[in-house]
T-cell receptor, first 114, second 115 residues
Framework: ETGVTQTPRHLVMGMTNKKSLKCEQH?????MYWYKQSAKKPLELMFV???????ENNSVPSRFSPECPNSSHLFLHLHTLQPEDSALYLCASSQDYRGPDTQYFGPGTRLTVL | AQKVTQAQTEISVVEKEDVTLDCVYETRDTTYYLFWYKQPPSGELVFLIR??????QNEISGRYSWNFQKSTSSFNFTITASQVVDSAVYFC????????????FGKGTKLTVNP
């Protein structure tokens, strides 16, 4: 069961490009998250949106710009990235941001920055 | 501060062996939630289980079982009669109620089940 979808699944971009990652959840949840997963490092929380409002920005560089137009959709706009930004970007959703709610993850977008 | 330690970086077993993945957590909060996720090569993190801090009852789901012990701050995961399809990276995670409430992940244990 895949309640959270992400597109594209793979993305290769140059350092001067602008691209966007898309996430959609079909679970009726109110909170959505972006995580970054680099090799040899734990998952890093990047952004949190609860009821379309950004509740957390984990000191993420401004070259990453999130957008949450509604509770079902989440975007991550990318511009002038660096090679060290190459990673798996995972989107997740949960019923609410607080409390015990389980986060459900999408399949991720594997990003390569040349 | 919250912390999750998965000391086993990689484990390799032969099919049908039992295997236990260790998870040790740290938190000062009295209410917290522990999770296990599976990440197959495709990349998606698949939710396996959530356990509340006030419920120490162990759980079994098919070949999977979880042993939660507050006295040792551990939440270990056992796969009985492992199968090749169990090959994946397994993550233990902790979320507290109050404070930052972030989901804190361990570094993961890569399990390889060989035929």
């Amino acid at each position: 069961e895949t309640g959270v979808t992400q597109t594209p699944r793979h993305l290769v971009m140059g350092m001067t490009n602008k691209k966007s990652l898309k996430c959609e959840q079909h679970l009726g949840h109110n909170a959505m998250y972006w995580y970054k997963q680099s090799a040899k490092k734990p998952l890093e929380l990047m952004f949190v949106y609860n009821f379309k409002e950004q509740t957390e920005n984990n000191s993420v560089p401004s070259r990453f710009s999130p957008e949450c137009p509604n509770s079902s959709h989440l975007f991550l706009h990318l511009h002038t990235l660096q090679p060290e930004d190459s990673a798996l970007y995972l989107c997740a959703s949960s019923q609410d941001y607080r409390g015990p709610d389980t986060q459900y993850f999408g399949p991720g977008t594997r990003l390569t920055v040349l | 501060a919250q912390k999750v330690t998965q000391a086993q970086t990689e484990i390799s077993v032969v099919e049908k062996e039992d295997v236990t993945l260790d998870c040790v957590y740290e938190t000062r909060d009295t209410t917290y939630y522990l999770f296990w996720y599976k990440q197959p090569p495709s990349g998606e993190l698949v939710f396996l289980i959530r356990r509340n801090s006030f419920d120490e009852q162990n759980e079994i789901s098919g070949r999977y079982s979880w042993n939660f012990q507050k006295s040792t701050s551990s939440f270990n995961f056992t796969i009985t009669a492992s199968q090749v399809v169990d090959s994946a990276v397994y993550f233990c995670a902790l979320r507290t109620q109050g404070g930052s409430e972030k989901l804190v992940f361990g570094k993961g244990t890569k399990l390889t089940v060989n035929p």
